[in-house]
């Protein structure tokens, strides 16, 4: 098994988002989840 660094995963995410020109609640909805779980994903407390 590996192991994911969810600040690492989170920093890339939010970095990716923000080049994208997309807000979170944009994000959330393109990928079918709630805006708090991307949320969560950029802050390294929750991982997928």
Not at 2 to 24: P, W
């Amino acid at each position: 098994m590996y192991s994911l660094d969810k600040q690492k995963f989170g920093s890339f995410v939010s970095e990716r988002r923000r080049a994208l020109g997309l807000t979170q609640r944009s994000l959330a909805e393109r990928l079918s989840v709630s805006d708090k779980a991307v949320s969560k994903w950029e802050t390294g407390v929750l991982l997928i």
